[in-house]
């Protein structure tokens, strides 16, 4: 049982059905007990009245005044809080990965836990603090720069297998190394240099895993380690990785309907990564673009686009770039763009650059070409050209179905009820055959 909204962790706790959540209601308010009620409740996003409210409060033990001030689905004890109070200090930082290990891999909650305001306050913060110096040794023995390089020589191999295997498959073993170098982090004696690249290890760590639950929609997780991966880039003071988790959260947010947040954590990746290179600033500008475009802000958006193109052509192969910046290629470019200008409902220039993009990319992105694919689809959807979308949506299914993505299902999915067809129709038949096997 995949975890969507609060009531669905309450039932899971209280190994509760649907028709358990309305007998309980019903018995108290003597009205119907239609499963479908909680079903809506849980799935659709309608809020049960005053009196369901009640009577469900009563059940679990809830004081009504926490359900008045909390309000619908706040209340509802949920299996705990998504924890952003640590110290900025190393110590803090150690207890955010223990309370991250813990909890995050069992967190199997599809809805995010914090919302847009606690996100951008935790922006701020990691704007203005300034890093501790790290402590000199822990107890253990020492770890040495080449025992770090070995470790850092894994990341390549675990980004490709997040991206062939999909997130729900490579989180364990994302959550398995971060363990590791938690535990070297608090174990084991080593240089304050190799104690930064340790902390580095671990952020990068900890994004990649965040991305994972991302990918796999489990968005309370996602949080839990982006929000301490952030704590971790700070205490090592790496600015520009500090900004790449930013820019994910953004995503995130994004991808809610939270553009104002979205825009908030964005422009906060921006103006604190530091000096960065020019590809690594246009990869956070594109995110900033999103976000205002996602606002309704043409103008803005148009400003970041331009920035961002710029700073492309100030790059060169010679630039130390950072190495979670090399999925950031000139495919990724188009598409972020064409997605920006789809967002603004311009769609011809979204589709300009979404067939750019699709050109570009490497056979080995198998999930990014599903992804734009879908994207493109949707334009043509916009465009009026329906036969074109079902052809992309069939192609973008095979796609999805070779590397798993609970977001490509999603989006597929929402690509699919855009078309302006018939079930009858045999194009429509034969894809609607294919996302039925790719939703099992």
Known sequence: MRLVHPLSVVRDAQD????????????????????????????WGVEP??????????????????????????????????????????AGTLDALDDTLEHAMP???????????TLTLLAGQWLSQTPDALAAAFAGGPVDEQLVEDLESGLPRLRRLEAAL?????????????ATVTDLLKQASYTEKVGRRLLRLNAELARLAGFASFDAELHAAAQRYWTTGLRVAHAADDRALGANILKSLSLQCYDHGLATAALALATAAVEGAGDVTPRTRAMLLLRQARAQAA??????????????ETQIARSTTTDDDPAWTEYFDPAEFHAQTATCYADLHRPRLAEVHFTTALDL???????????????????????????????????????AASAPSHRNTTRVLTARAELPMTKKDPKVQRLDELLATLSA
């Open 361 to 399: 990319m490497s056979p080995a992105k198998v999930r990014d070409l599903a992804t734009y694919t879908i994207q493109s689809a949707r334009t043509h959807t916009a465009l009026g050209n329906a036969d074109h979308a079902v052809h992309l949506l069939e192609r973008a299914a095979q796609l």
């Open 295 to 308: 606002c309704g802000n043409r103008v803005g958006c148009d400003r970041s686009l331009s920035e961002a």
């Open 49 to 90: 009245d005053a009196e369901s409210q009640a009577a469900l409060a009563a059940a679990l033990g809830v004081p009504l005044g926490e359900v008045h001030r909390l309000g619908w689905p706040g209340w509802l004890p949920d299996g705990g809080p998504v924890r952003t109070s640590f110290p900025w200090t190393m």
């Open 166 to 178: 999909g997130g729900h498959r490579a989180r364990l073993l994302l959550d398995t190394e971060l």
């Open 107 to 117: 967190d199997r909650r599809g809805f995010m836990k914090l919302g847009g305001q």
């Open 16 to 43: 509760w059905t649907y028709q358990d959540v309305v007998d309980i209601v019903a018995k108290a308010t003597k009205r119907s007990a239609d499963r479908r009620k909680a079903w809506k409740w849980e799935n």
